[in-house]
């Protein structure tokens, strides 16, 4: 069928663009119909149906073909990974155990604070601590209560929140004071520099310069995952 027929191809004169469209078309046609033709073989069918027929202006896909290339795209689409990152989150893996909540406490150790302004967390020693939200780092220092912290600031809808992060392993901080931090960024590593009893994370959030409980502000402020 697909076989030159010496003779057929000089009886008719036909415009090269056709043509050409055709070729393509009958092309692509033997590809998604699983038998591929080669552009020689095509370009003979193109000659023969040319000349024997004006060149059709249109080609219906074979259903075949368009089930396909429907699979394809599909294929396409669910190889693409839909991450969605909340521009706030826990500034360590969340289900860490919580210890010491905010507020009111008994003296815990010597030259621990009565009043707790922010919320003991347990994810392990040498566990990341990480920027709560986007942010610039405004402290990389140590003292004798906090030991190795690190404080950032934020703006979270037009408001300035600050987040510290306590007890850190000296020296694990890997950002510097002005530098830009995105949310989930490793900060520190989580040890029990300073005053401690334990290996935690201690962890303040202050709003407009004033201390809340960061559990509740986290809970409050992390929103749904919109993928779950
Ligand atoms: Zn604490």
Redesign the pocket.
């Known amino acids: 069928m697909l076989q030159p027929r010496p003779g057929a191809s000089p009886r008719a004169h036909f415009s090269r663009k056709p043509a050409t469209a055709l070729l393509a078309s009958l092309l692509a046609a033997s590809f998604w119909a699983g038998h591929p033709m080669t552009a020689e073989a095509a370009e003979v069918a193109v000659g023969i149906e040319a000349a024997e027929a004006p060149a059709p202006q249109t080609y219906e896909v074979p259903i075949t073909a368009i089930a396909a290339s429907t699979a394809m795209l599909a294929a396409e689409r669910d190889s693409v990974e839909i991450t969605w990152r909340s521009p706030i989150q826990w500034p360590v893996a969340e289900g860490s155990p919580i210890?010491?909540g905010f507020g009111y406490r008994g003296n815990v150790c010597a030259g621990?604070?009565t009043y707790?302004?922010?919320?003991?967390l347990f994810p392990g020693y040498g566990a990341p601590a990480m920027a709560m939200a986007d942010g610039v780092v405004t402290a990389v220092s140590s003292n004798g209560g906090w030991g190795s912290y690190v404080a950032i600031e934020h703006d979270i809808n037009g408001q300035r929140v600050n987040s510290l992060y306590?007890?850190l392993i000296p020296g694990s901080a890997p950002v510097v004071p002005g530098q830009f931090v995105e949310v989930g960024q490793t900060i520190g590593q989580v040890g029990n520099s300073g005053t401690?009893t334990a290996t935690?994370?201690?962890?303040?959030i202050t709003v407009g310069g004033g201390h809340v409980d960061p559990i509740w502000w986290l809970r409050t402020n992390i929103p749904a995952d919109p993928t779950l």
């Not at 707790?116 to 003991?120: A, F, R, S």
């Open positions: 210890g010491n621990c604070s707790h302004l922010g919320v003991d306590a007890h401690t935690h994370l201690h962890f303040e």
